[in-house]
């Protein structure tokens, strides 16, 4: 694991059991939890570049609100807009 990055203590899944965001069952309660969260948008950055590179069935858990397809389709369209290097 690497460094904590400073957004994370005020995560609301900190305070919550990790399992709720991988069971489908508490599906809803983990999207509740991440739509009260400050930090949604530092998290959904730092788990797409986490992520990055890897196929859907790879990828597992709700991160900022979303399941792994939603992310793969997310990352997909920041792709699209993004620029090339110049
Ligand atoms: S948005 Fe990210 S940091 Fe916030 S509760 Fe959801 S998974 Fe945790």
Same mark, same amino acid.
């Given at each position: 694991?690497? $460094?904590?990055? %400073?957004?994370?203590?005020?995560?609301?899944? =900190? *305070?919550?059991?990790?399992?709720?965001?991988?069971?489908? /069952?508490? =599906?809803?309660?983990? @999207? /509740? $939890?991440?739509? *009260?969260?400050?930090?949604?948008? +530092?998290? #959904? %950055? /730092?788990? #797409?570049?986490? +992520? +990055?590179? #890897?196929?859907?069935? %790879?990828?597992?858990?709700?991160?900022?609100?979303?399941?792994?397809?939603?992310?793969? $389709? #997310?990352? @997909? =369209? =920041? /792709?699209?807009?993004?620029?090339?290097?110049?």
């Amino acid at each position: 694991m690497g $460094a904590e990055s %400073d957004w994370e203590p005020r995560a609301v899944c =900190r *305070r919550l059991e990790p399992e709720l965001f991988f069971e489908p /069952a508490t =599906r809803s309660l983990a @999207k /509740a $939890a991440c739509a *009260r969260c400050p930090v949604r948008a +530092e998290c #959904l %950055d /730092a788990v #797409l570049i986490r +992520e +990055e590179g #890897l196929r859907v069935g %790879d990828r597992s858990g709700i991160f900022a609100g979303l399941l792994p397809g939603q992310r793969v $389709a #997310l990352a @997909k =369209r =920041r /792709a699209a807009q993004t620029p090339p290097a110049q």
